[in-house]
């Protein structure tokens, strides 16, 4: 008897992660009949796509991707209809490159996409319907003989029939330890940090012709993104957010938070070519801000321990690796478990 014979039996899933990969998988395994509850140890949920509130920025700060690319005809197809559904927006800004010894030059700009109000709305709105824990860091799992348990420092959340992982290797290293080929595979992964700032400029702004600015070979930065020039977070006051470079970020992990985002607004008035005054300034560290894997598969499903992985560093870099590998998590998944509607 084929799977889609079978009587549907909904399971309970646990999905710890609410970033995108995470929210995908949740929503594709929610749509498909079976009971999902979702944990995740910051106060809302984005992940790397979230945005940072800001009394004085309209809809909250982008610190983490500034923007969304697409190179894959399906991940394109999935933001053309999240267009559709209000939830992202084209945006083509005025693209340069700056390489070490030639400067700045103008280049054709790629159309990107960014979450509207906020780069975390796609995910809010996949899991719109999901009961999501918030400030919950799921610290170990409890494998038993007919159910998977999630547990954090205080408490431990069901019995669950399956937990998928939708987590940055670093942070899946603690979860995974019965699962030691997973576990040998997430070790392998080299985290990849970055420093963010963000300035908000006094007026006028920035007499400068571009809107983003990709650097190579800079000493501290790699990208400059005119925040203020993204759809849905025009405003008065320009607003800039600055990306360092890996080695920078690296050499600078343990600096105090306020000299980061100095040296990069001192960055940014060299790159201009103009002195800046600002009226706010703040800096964002991110431990994980890409990750990638050697291997090939965008994710696993480990059907006898309960067991599920996903995530960018699976599926490939950036948010549209995330979303791939969502997307082959929920299909492994569907097709060992089952949809309601059998299709
Ligand atoms: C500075 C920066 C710039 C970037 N620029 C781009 C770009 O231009 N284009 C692009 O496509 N991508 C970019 N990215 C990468 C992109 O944001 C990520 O690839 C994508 O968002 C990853 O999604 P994810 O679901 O795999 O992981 P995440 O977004 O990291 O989600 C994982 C979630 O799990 C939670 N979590 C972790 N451990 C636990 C635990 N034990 N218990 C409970 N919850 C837990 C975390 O809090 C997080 O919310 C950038 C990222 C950063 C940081």
Request: proline share 9%; net charge positive; hydrophobic share 10%.
């Given at each position: 008897m084929s799977k889609s014979q079978e009587a549907f039996v909904a399971r309970y899933i646990a999905v710890v992660g609410a970033g995108l990969a995470g929210a995908v998988l949740a929503h594709e395994l929610h749509q498909a009949g079976h009971r999902v509850e979702v944990f995740e140890k910051s106060r809302g949920p984005g992940g790397r796509l979230s945005s940072k509130r800001h009394e004085s920025v309209v809809a909250g700060l982008d610190m983490g991707a500034p923007a969304l690319q697409a190179e894959e005809p399906g991940w394109l197809a999935q933001l053309e209809q999240w267009q559709q559904q209000g939830w992202v927006q084209p945006w083509l800004p005025r693209q340069g490159s700056w390489l070490a010894g030639e400067g700045v030059r103008l280049i054709a700009g790629q159309r990107q996409w960014v979450g509207v109000p906020s780069m975390h709305t796609p995910v809010k709105a996949l899991l719109a319907d999901i009961p999501v824990q918030r400030g919950v860091r799921i610290e170990k799992l409890e494998a038993h003989r007919q159910h998977i348990t999630p547990v954090d420092a205080v408490r431990s959340y069901g019995q669950f029939d399956f937990v998928a992982l939708a987590v940055p290797a670093p942070q899946a290293e603690p979860l995974l330890v019965h699962s030691p080929s997973l576990l040998e595979f997430a070790r392998q992964v080299q985290p990849d940090p970055c420093w963010v700032s963000a300035i908000q400029l006094q007026q006028p702004g920035l007499d400068w012709p571009l809107d983003w600015v990709d650097l190579q070979g800079h000493p501290q930065l790699t990208r400059v993104v005119?925040?203020?020039?993204?759809?849905?977070?025009?405003?008065?006051s320009e607003v800039w957010v600055l990306y360092a470079n890996r080695r920078w970020s690296l050499e600078h992990l343990q600096a105090d938070k306020a000299w980061v985002a100095e040296q990069m607004a001192q960055a940014l008035a060299e790159l201009v070519g103009q002195s800046l005054s600002w009226q706010a300034l703040q800096s964002h560290r991110w431990l994980y801000a890409r990750l990638q894997a050697q291997g090939s598969v965008p994710a696993f499903f480990d059907y006898q321990r309960r067991i599920a992985l996903c995530a960018d560093w699976l599926g490939g870099t950036g948010a549209q690796g995330a979303w791939r590998s969502g997307m082959a998590c929920a299909r492994s998944m569907l097709a060992a478990l089952g949809r309601k509607d059998g299709v």
């Open positions: 005119r925040h203020t020039a993204k759809p849905g977070r025009q405003q008065e």
